[in-house]
């Protein structure tokens, strides 16, 4: 198996899966239909596109930087008519940092990656108006699986938010194993994307905890005894 990891970071990110009407609300991580749906629009895929193949990938995100919530109160007119148009209520994330992850066969991972990198539409970080601040692209790890790609990977929170945390540990959120109660579900599976029927199933996800990966420090040619004579 081959994982591609995906750095998701940007001033404001809004993953909703159980938004609906005039109250858009977020998780506090991105969802499975979020992230498989800047995967799909990397490939170009139309919306009523066959989903089968990336909906198969195992899926999992690394809270880095969790953010904080943010309410918009928004108001609009109709453009023709000048009619108002319902009161609506849009949360997001600002400035939080995750890295996801996708786990499936080497063909396929390749095959997104290579998207990624070449993307026939932009990505965006759950609304368009929310585009990333940063290359989504952090590669591929081969022979390995999801959570322990997860784990290995270094942490991207911001310099920032690094001088203020001390060392500690890093949430995880993985598809359920089928043999294993998830902590929780959430509907966010995609079954199609269609304009005029979007349909999501449920997922169990399973939360875990890894410890903040370090920087490997290379070996240096430094010595500071070099200069000292001896007596």
């Given at each position: 198996?081959?994982?591609?990891?995906?750095?998701?970071?940007?001033?404001?990110?809004?993953?909703?899966?159980?938004?609906?009407?005039?109250?858009?609300?977020?998780?506090?991580?991105?969802?499975?239909?979020?992230?498989?749906?800047?995967?799909?629009?990397?490939?170009?895929?139309?919306?009523?596109?066959?989903l089968?193949?990336?909906?198969?990938?195992r899926?999992?995100?690394?809270?880095?930087?969790?953010?904080?919530r943010?309410?918009?109160?928004?108001?609009?007119?109709?453009?023709?008519?000048?009619?108002?148009?319902?009161?609506?209520?849009?949360?997001?994330?600002?400035?939080?940092?995750?890295?996801?992850?996708?786990?499936?066969?080497?063909?396929?991972?390749?095959?997104?990656?290579?998207?990624?990198?070449?993307?026939?539409?932009?990505?965006y970080?759950?609304?368009r108006?929310?585009?990333?601040a940063?290359p989504?692209?952090l590669?591929?790890?081969?022979d390995?699986?999801?959570?322990?790609?997860?784990?290995?990977?270094?942490w991207?929170?911001?310099?920032?938010?690094?001088?203020?945390?001390?060392?500690g540990?890093?949430?995880?959120?993985?598809?359920?194993?089928?043999?294993r109660?998830?902590?929780?579900?959430?509907?966010?599976t995609?079954?199609?994307?269609?304009?005029?029927?979007?349909?999501?199933?449920?997922r169990?996800?399973?939360?875990?905890?890894?410890?903040?990966?370090?920087?490997?420090?290379?070996?240096?040619?430094?010595?500071?005894?070099?200069?000292?004579?001896?007596?």
């Amino acid at each position: 198996m081959s994982v591609l990891l995906l750095r998701l970071a940007g001033p404001l990110q809004s993953w909703g899966s159980a938004a609906r009407f005039v109250r858009r609300t977020t998780e506090n991580a991105p969802t499975k239909s979020g992230v498989l749906g800047m995967l799909a629009a990397a490939q170009g895929r139309g919306r009523d596109g066959d989903l089968s193949d990336l909906v198969a990938l195992r899926f999992g995100v690394r809270i880095d930087q969790p953010g904080t919530r943010l309410r918009d109160f928004q108001t609009a007119r109709h453009f023709d008519t000048d009619k108002a148009m319902p009161l609506s209520e849009r949360f997001y994330l600002a400035d939080a940092v995750f890295v996801a992850a996708v786990e499936g066969e080497r063909e396929l991972v390749r095959q997104l990656y290579a998207a990624v990198r070449e993307p026939v539409y932009l990505p965006y970080l759950g609304r368009r108006s929310c585009p990333p601040a940063l290359p989504v692209d952090l590669g591929l790890r081969e022979d390995t699986d999801l959570v322990t790609a997860l784990e290995e990977a270094p942490w991207q929170a911001s310099a920032w938010y690094r001088s203020r945390r001390q060392p500690g540990q890093l949430t995880i959120l993985h598809d359920s194993p089928p043999d294993r109660t998830p902590d929780v579900s959430l509907r966010d599976t995609p079954v199609s994307f269609s304009q005029t029927h979007r349909q999501y199933a449920l997922r169990g996800v399973t939360s875990t905890q890894a410890g903040i990966p370090t920087p490997q420090r290379s070996p240096t040619d430094h010595d500071p005894t070099s200069g000292l004579e001896a007596v």
